[in-house]
Each structure stands twice: as C-alpha cells, then as structure tokens.
C-alpha cells in the first residue's frame, strides 16, 4: 500500500475524500486509500463510499429508498432536509435542482440503483477528477490523490502547458497526470452501475446577463448574506479581512450581523501611498462591537518570500506559492484571538466587477451608448484609439484566437487594449523556456484551438468565468495551505450562488468607467455605511512585489541552481539564474516569472513529498 505523506492530512475546511462505487472490487481498490487518520463513510452494504479526511461539521449525510447523498464541505443543509431529498430522488440528474438551490461551497455525492454521481462547485473552487484503478473508476477531490495511488510522474507536457503565461482556457484546468481525468466544474461525474463506465453531465450553465441592477440588488445582497451566515451561524470566534476595500468591507460588516464575534484584521502597506488603513479605520468608527487588529507594515513577509522552504502537498503548479507567505502569516496571531474561520473578499474583484470586453458585443447592439463608455474606459485606461479601433473590430471566433495565440508565443505583450476587449490575456513564453517546451506548449494549444469552445459566446461573459476559474484555481491551494497552518480560510464571494446573481447583472450597469464596483456598492447600501461604500479604488502591493524580487534573489539564484524544470529540458537554468542577479530586468516586475517559479516549487513539493512517502 502508498500512503500519502502527512502534509496531506487535515484540518477544519480541508476536507479531501475519494469516492468507490458499491461494488467488491471498488472495495478492493480502497484498501490503496486508507492510511492512519483517514475516515470512512460505506455503503448500506458496508462496502467503502467515501474515503479521506475531514471534520464532522463539514459532512451531511442521508439515506432513504436506495438513495444516498453527502455534502462535503460548507452547506446550511441539515440531514433532515437531505433526506426528504433522498426519498424523493429517482434520477442522478435531479441532483442538478439541489446542486443549484444549496448555498455554501461543496462536494456533493449522490448514489441510487448502484449509479454514483460527484460533483464539485461551478466556481471551480471545489474539483473533481477521477481515474482506473485496480480496473474501476475511482473519483476524488485531488488529483494528486489518485496520482499516488498509481504511482503516477507528472506529465512533461502538462508542465510545459504551465509554462505559458498565462495557461488559457481550457488548457489550465486539465489535470497534471495522463491518466487522471479532470471533470470540468460545469459538470458532474456519474459512474455506471458496472463501476467501470463514466461519463461527464453539465449541471450548470451561468446565468444570462440580462438583469437591471436595481432588481438584481437585492438578490446579490441576500446570496452575500447567506454566503456569509454558513459560515457564521454557528457563532464562536471568526476573523475578516478589513483592507477597506468594497470587498472586505463587505464581508465584515455581514460577519458582524451573524451570531459570531468578528476579529477585524488590517494589513497596512508599506506603500506611503496606501490608504488601506484610513479606510478600515473609517469603517471600524461603525464596528463597535468588532475587534481591530493591525498588523506592522513592516513585519508583512513580501511577494517571493520562503519558496525554498514550501513543503504543501498540492496537485498542480500555483501562482499562489508567490505570495503564500504573506497570506499565511497573519493565521497564527488570529487563531490565538480564537478564531475558528478567517474570512477573505477574495473574489469581490471577479464577481463585482466584469470586462470591459462586453463592450465588443455592446457596440454592435447599442453603438451610442457603448462608444460614450469606450470613450470613458480608454480615459481610465489610457487606451490609444488605434489599438482600440483594432481590437473591436476583431471578430475571431475563440477556436481562431487560440490557433492564432499558437504562432506567436515569443512575441512582445500585447497591450492591454487587445487584453481588455479580447477573449483574455494571449499566452506568451519568454527566453528562458526551451525550443522543445515551446513545440509541447504549441502542441497543446492546437489541439485545444481545434475542438474548444468558448465559456460563452460573448467574450464579456467568458472572460468573467474563466477569471473566476483561474482565480480559484489559486484559493483552492492557499486554502489548503491555511487548514494546513491552523485556521481555515474562506472567500464568501466565491460561493456559486453569489457569482450567479452577480452575473445576471446587465453588463452596461455592471462595468462601467464612472463608478467603481456599482454592482457591490448597491447591494451593501443599507448593510455597510455610506462613507464606506465611497471608496473608489484599492491598493497594489506593487511595492512589495518590486522590494521581494530585490531582497530574495539568492532564493531565486538558489531555485534555479539545481532546477526540476531544467533537467527535464523545459528551461534554460543559466538564463534564469542571469535574471536572479538583475532583479531590475525589465519586464519582470509584470509577473513574467510567476508561471515558471510556480512550476519549479512544484516539482520540488512532489520530491520532497516522495521522500516522505513509505513504499509497500
């Protein structure tokens, strides 16, 4: 048997299970998945369901006529209610209905008539992947799960993919293993009676944008309430982030409304310039009840801080590692004011606000309007006319686009324009990734050019989705990280029924150059005061990244002394160690690096984790 290495036990919020048909031979293949710690849920005929580790208040269960259901994670639903759905269930694709009614973020895990369906969140926060093993299909909530267990290596042209910055859809949500599939978010996984036939069913489609923002207010207001309250109803101690921003603003004045005591938490910049501080200490004069606690600018670890040290067992490469010391830091000093939960605005950016490439469809359905709102957006952008007028007029359809991204990956950044009014951010490799990572990497976006789809027709819409996509991307690995240290994270704003009523706002109200974040700004009015609902832009950190690159360059010289990434032929070592003595190069305090430092510290937890584990 392989067991997986400790780091990949838990705490409260990182629940991880893998799911087993009710079948003998499925009961055989979990025996690889038991190690020390881990629980069981079984079948009516005992047979293992559900295998891994998590709390008991992050589980709902219920049986009733042959059916089971579970819920992994954070859900209001008590087991009563489950069960009147369970009696009541007489198909799997019923279970499309209660995934979309529920709020909260989780797994959800249905059988009936030996079928089995698992499905995660739209969002992407909560995923799926699943895998043969020992001859049946076996789900689970991590890829590197089922990786172990088939004593898996990474694929090389995955990593290659990882390589670009940034991935586009749908290239990033693969999984890092060939033979380990992942379910995309949209879609739930059934598994046949047989235990060995499987097959992916859409249970979401996002809203259409079509909602005026007056009617849609208050549906936002009472998703964020509800988002808010799971997490809350149980009172006791919980922590919020209080930057003064919309978002964190946000979240704090509805944590303090709930039955828990809330702990504000402010990190000032060390920015001369910010004004993180003097908003949150605006919004406190109406938080009486609320304690303020406010971190030295200077003790804040900075961007590129400890990558040498990062030893989480994660399935796929992040962009988060960059700043996960900064994120964590703060947990430990919060968990002592006893918190049991810290709460984030992350996500308030994804949902509350949208692209500007709307505006591309806009223009050709309501030109006047749309051409006084471009007119406004390139004020605030400074966007040149020419570009602008160019990346209108691109009509390429998003197969097109990606096939046309494939020619070009060495070529300079685009301008933010093509960003803004396009299908997204056109992947780039940089000098330092080799010819044959250049050729996988090519590869892999022309076969994707030739069948994929867009998330949506309208450029606007995929691109909101495939950002809240790649934001989650990188929360569900710092998420991982703060059970891991002690005090569980969660980001309200990215509960699937939040993101859906901020999307059925009408774009031409949700994005618009003459108001920040009208979307949140109307549905806190009345919950968060109007002074605090004044703010109209929010701090960078760019400062913080510019000094880390500075002041951990030898961690960087020292990441790519003895690199994975080169030994496997993917990069150039002695090209990457040049620009670890010249942080000022240019270009690379625009994050051209993140992609590849997030794929070296991979590679390297996957090492480390190896030496950890036990063979039998």
């Given amino acids: 048997m392989t067991e997986l290495h400790e780091s990949a036990g838990t705490g409260p919020g990182d629940a991880h299970f893998a799911v087993f048909t009710d079948r003998a031979d499925a009961a055989a293949a979990a025996r690889s998945f038991a190690r020390p710690g881990s629980r069981t849920l079984t079948h009516a005929s005992g047979r293992p369901w559900l295998v891994g580790h998590w709390h008991d208040d992050e589980v709902v269960t219920a049986s009733a006529r042959g059916a089971s259901l579970a819920v992994v994670g954070c859900c209001p639903v008590d087991a009563g209610e489950l069960r009147r759905r369970a009696a009541q269930l007489r198909d799997l694709a019923e279970l499309d209905a209660l995934a979309r009614s529920l709020p909260g973020s989780f797994h959800l895990v249905g059988t009936l008539d030996g079928r089995t369906r698992v499905q995660g969140t739209a969002s992407g926060l909560r995923l799926v992947f699943h895998a043969e093993i020992?001859?049946?299909?076996?789900?689970?909530?991590?890829?590197?799960?089922?990786?172990?267990?088939?004593?898996?290596?990474?694929?090389?042209?995955?990593?290659?993919?990882?390589?670009?910055?940034p991935a586009p859809y749908p290239l990033f949500e693969t999984s890092m293993w060939r033979a380990v599939t992942a379910v995309p978010p949209q879609t739930a996984l059934v598994i046949a009676a047989d235990g060995r036939t499987a097959r992916h069913t859409r249970w979401w489609t996002p809203p259409e944008p079509v909602r005026p923002l007056a009617d849609a207010a208050p549906l936002i207001r009472t998703a964020l309430e509800e988002a808010v309250g799971a997490r809350t109803r149980q009172g006791g101690v919980v922590s919020c982030d209080l930057s003064g921003g919309l978002d964190s603003t946000s979240v704090c004045f509805l944590a303090d409304r709930s039955p828990a005591r809330v702990v504000a938490s402010t990190w000032p910049g060390r920015d001369p310039a910010d004004t993180d501080l003097a908003w949150a200490e605006r919004a406190m004069v109406h938080l009486p009840d609320v304690e303020h606690v406010v971190?030295?600018?200077?003790?804040?670890?900075?961007?590129?801080?400890?990558?040498?040290?990062?030893?989480?067992?994660?399935?796929?490469?992040?962009?988060?590692?960059?700043?996960?010391?900064?994120?964590?830091?703060?947990?430990?000093?919060?968990?002592?004011?006893?918190?049991?939960?810290?709460l984030t605005g992350i996500g308030g950016d994804h949902v509350a606000w949208c692209s500007e490439a709307y505006y591309h469809r806009l223009l050709r359905i309501r030109p006047l309007f749309a051409a006084r709102q471009l007119r406004g957006f390139r004020a605030l952008w400074q966007w040149p006319l020419g570009g602008t007028?160019?990346?209108?007029?691109?009509?390429?359809?998003?197969?097109?686009?990606?096939?046309?991204?494939?020619?070009?990956?060495?070529?300079?950044?685009?301008?933010s324009v093509t960003t803004g009014l396009g299908w997204g951010m056109t992947p780039r490799l940089f000098d330092w990734v080799t010819p044959e990572a250049e050729r996988m990497a090519r590869r892999a976006l022309l076969e994707a050019a030739s069948t994929a789809s867009p998330l949506h027709p309208d450029r606007g819409l995929h691109t909101d989705l495939e950002q809240i996509r790649s934001c989650t991307?990188?929360?569900?690995?710092?998420?991982?990280?703060?059970?891991?240290?002690?005090?569980?994270?969660?980001?309200?704003?990215?509960?699937?029924?939040?993101?859906?009523?901020?999307?059925?706002?009408?774009?031409?109200?949700r994005v618009t150059p003459w108001r920040y974040k009208p979307v949140l700004t109307a549905a806190m009015r009345g919950i968060v005061p109007e002074e605090c609902l004044r703010r109209s832009n929010k701090a960078t950190a760019s400062m913080d990244a510019s000094n880390g690159l500075r002041e951990h360059r030898?961690?960087?010289?020292?990441?790519?002394?003895?690199?994975?990434?080169?030994?496997?032929?993917?990069?150039?070592?002695?090209?990457?160690?040049?620009?670890?003595?010249?942080?000022?190069?240019?270009?690379?305090?625009?994050?051209?690096?993140?992609?590849?430092?997030?794929?070296?510290?991979?590679?390297?937890?996957?090492?480390?984790?190896?030496?950890?584990?036990?063979?039998?």
Wanted: a negative charge; aromatic letters at 4%.
């Fill in 295 to 342: 971190w030295d600018a200077d003790a804040s670890p900075l961007v590129y801080e400890d990558l040498l040290g990062i030893d989480d067992l994660l399935d796929e490469p992040t962009i988060g590692v960059m700043d996960r010391s900064r994120v964590l830091h703060h947990l430990p000093g919060l968990a002592a004011r006893g918190s049991r939960l810290h």
């Fill in 389 to 415: 007028l160019r990346a209108l007029a691109d009509v390429r359809p998003y197969g097109t686009w990606l096939a046309d991204a494939a020619g070009d990956l060495r070529g300079p950044l685009p301008p």
């Fill in 473 to 509: 991307r990188v929360i569900r690995q710092w998420d991982r990280m703060a059970a891991r240290a002690g005090l569980p994270m969660a980001s309200p704003f990215l509960d699937d029924r939040v993101i859906e009523a901020c999307l059925s706002v009408r774009p031409s109200e």
């Fill in 134 to 165: 020992d001859g049946v299909r076996v789900a689970a909530t991590r890829a590197d799960t089922l990786a172990t267990v088939l004593r898996l290596e990474p694929a090389v042209e995955e990593l290659a993919v990882r390589l670009l910055w």
């Fill in 554 to 616: 030898a961690d960087l010289l020292a990441l790519w002394e003895d690199s994975r990434l080169a030994e496997l032929g993917l990069v150039d070592g002695s090209e990457l160690r040049r620009l670890a003595r010249r942080p000022a190069s240019p270009g690379l305090s625009d994050a051209i690096l993140y992609s590849t430092i997030a794929a070296e510290v991979w590679l390297r937890g996957l090492a480390r984790g190896r030496a950890r584990v036990p063979q039998s």
